[in-house]
């Protein structure tokens, strides 16, 4: 369960490029929901998400997410929370390009210092999932944009978190590879897990999949 409560970001909070990115944003995103987060460029859609991943702190209110109170966490256990409940699907994939797939797909789980066969295992998985296994050895940055997209919805998958974010993950793909994407949100979400997706492509709007669709304007909820 995520619960965002009456959450306001200002940025550079006193200066005079003082931006308020979100005024007293509040929704509730349910375990095993889907719920899309829409609203035009500059909306502050991507600050929600970060918010809730615990990369940046709300100016006032609260997130929570698994009764975790992500809006006052730390640093150190910031980073602990998001690898142990956060998917993060990044809106320009964030791939290091001169690894390999395997590399990049294995990177959340380095701090767990699992035996090689286990990280075998794990990436295996994910890679087989969504369909980049042949590309294992290939550099990330000799991958097509599809591909690349598969490598970051793996990465955000191998740990098997609880709650996938998704920022605009279908801003750099064709409709085809929209679709598939699409596929794969159907797939994730019969496997159990919560998902909130920021997005204006409107092939994410009223589906039938779709639990809530929640609308940024300016920093407020419309
Ligand atoms: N670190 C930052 N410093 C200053 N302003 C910021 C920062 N991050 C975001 N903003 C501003 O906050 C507003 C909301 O940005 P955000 O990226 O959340 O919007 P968005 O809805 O995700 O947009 P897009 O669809 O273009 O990705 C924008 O005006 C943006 O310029």
Redesign the pocket.
């Known amino acids: 369960m995520i619960e965002v409560k009456n959450v306001t970001?200002v940025?550079?909070q006193g200066r005079p490029?003082e931006?308020t990115?979100?005024r007293d944003v509040s929704f509730e995103v349910g375990e095993n929901e889907l719920v899309i987060l829409k609203?035009?460029?500059?909306?502050?859609?991507?600050?929600?998400l970060?918010l809730i991943a615990a990369l940046?702190k709300p100016t006032s209110g609260e997130v929570i997410v698994e009764e975790t109170r992500v809006s006052k966490l730390p640093d150190d256990f910031a980073s602990l929370f998001r690898r142990e409940k956060i998917g993060f699907i990044f809106?320009k994939f964030n791939l290091i390009p001169t690894l390999s797939v395997f590399d990049n797909i294995v990177t959340p789980l380095i701090p767990e210092k699992l035996s090689e066969k286990e990280l075998e295992a794990k990436a295996e998985r994910v890679m087989e999932e969504f369909s980049i296994a042949h590309k294992r050895d290939d550099l990330a940055k000799n991958l097509s944009g599809g591909e690349q997209q598969r490598v970051a919805i793996a990465r955000a998958l191998v740990n098997d978190p609880p709650i996938i974010l998704a920022?605009?993950p279908t801003a750099n793909l064709d409709a085809k590879l929209a679709e598939r994407f699409l596929e794969y949100v159907k797939r994730i979400k019969e496997e159990g897990k919560t998902i909130l997706i920021?997005t204006?492509d409107p092939l994410f709007f009223d589906l039938p999949i779709t639990d809530r669709e929640i609308t940024?304007h300016n920093?407020r909820v419309v």
């Not at 609203?39 to 929600?48: D, F, I, L, R």
Request: charged letters at 15%.
């Open positions: 970001k940025f550079n490029n931006m990115a979100l609203g035009p460029s500059g909306s502050g859609k991507s600050t929600v970060s940046q809106q920022d605009e920021a204006h940024l920093g």
